[in-house]
């Protein structure tokens, strides 16, 4: 048996989020820049590169693998990459296979994820409006990421639907985006902005919506109960009573969820970040290339790394600027 990772502060790593584009059909506001330079395809780690190290982990105790990007959808066949790591799934050694996506790539590939099986997926989605939509996304297409939802709950996908809570933009459609989850059967998880990236061109303090804020409001209408469910990830869920609706809420800065924190994230050209909120991270692709036929330096490396995994992130907002800011887009280290 290949012995499990584990951290520095006794906590087993069994949740592997992997970026495989740092490419995108958007341009959302909170994620990169609006003229973004994209990586040299010959940087990324190839599909069977991504296979080689996601088994690995595999191996190593890594029980959720949730695909990310960019946007994951519009890697050139990586529906050869979900079909290939449906064998750790058939084999009892991968629990779930998941991804995060904007959904616009979904009307073409649902029914292929669920055959490669995947069960649920992320959409990310901050507004209903088609205005405001463009605005955050900088490009638009919110009708093609609502049919691509539709195809997913067609195809059998359960479907939860990620809200970046953002003050002055999405504030006056709380009840609106509550309301069309429940219509939908969609879980609905609110997330607080990170201070990541260019802050020079978005004020990240000024876009922070407190989601003690966003809590306190949907209890002036409905009856939200504390759920003791986790699903491996950093939300803490209710359930609205009136509607059986389950609400999640990521709340890096009200909140530090780091004490429980079970993952690593792995970047589309092989650095491994132990943390999403500090710079630290661990070059994989040197062992990887170097050691093609010999998985022992890798797996090394990745040891290495685990046991540098710090306590927590620093995000600060509270005195008015953004404190533990990382240099790095949300796009580079993934979703």
């Known amino acids: 048996m290949t012995p499990k990772l584990v ?7 069994s949740y592997l989020r992997v970026s495989v584009t740092d490419r995108c059909d958007f341009r ?20 069977e590169e991504l296979d080689r190290l996601c088994s690995a982990f595999v191996r190593m105790g890594v029980e959720k693998l949730r695909i990310t990007g960019g946007e994951p959808l519009v890697r050139r066949d990586i ?35 669920y055959a490669a099986g995947v069960r649920r997926v992320n959409v990310s989605l901050d507004t209903l409006d088609e205005d405001k939509f463009a605005r955050v996304t900088r ?14 709950q067609a195809a059998g996908l359960r479907v939860k ?13 709380l009840f609106g985006l509550l309301d069309w989850c429940a219509a939908r059967d969609t879980d609905l998880t609110f997330i607080e902005v990170m201070p990541m990236g260019d802050l020079g061109n978005e004020d990240r303090v000024g876009q922070y919506w407190s989601l003690k804020d966003v809590r306190a409001r949907i209890a002036e209408r409905f009856t939200a109960v504390d759920l003791t469910e986790r699903t491996g990830g950093p939300a803490r869920y209710v ?14 800065l009200t909140h530090n969820f780091c004490e429980s924190c ?51 992130h620093d995000f600060d907002y509270s005195r008015q600027r953004a404190d533990g800011q990382m240099s790095r887009h949300m796009s580079h280290t993934g979703g």
């Open 7 to 13: 951290d520095p502060f006794q906590r087993d790593i």
């Open 28 to 47: 959302c506001v909170y994620c990169m820049a609006e003229n973004m330079t994209f990586l040299p395809k010959k940087e990324l780690l190839t599909l």
């Open 79 to 113: 529906m050869t990459f979900f079909r290939s790591m449906a064998r750790h799934l058939d084999s009892g050694a991968l629990c779930e296979l998941t991804l995060t996506t904007n959904g616009s790539q979904l009307e073409r590939f649902a029914a292929d994820l």
């Open 139 to 152: 490009w638009g297409r919110l009708p093609q990421v609502l049919r691509g939802i539709d195809a997913a």
């Open 161 to 173: 639907i990620n809200t970046v809570a953002l003050k002055g933009f999405n504030e006056d459609e």
């Open 239 to 252: 359930r609205l009573t009136e509607t059986d609706q389950k609400i999640g809420f990521i709340t890096p």
């Open 262 to 312: 079970n993952r690593v994230r792995l970047t589309c050209t092989g650095e491994l970040y132990m943390c999403l909120g500090q710079e630290d991270m661990a070059d994989l692709r040197a062992p990887l290339r170097t050691s093609p036929a010999d998985d022992t330096p890798l797996e090394q490396a990745i040891r290495a790394a685990i046991a540098r995994k710090p306590k927590g």
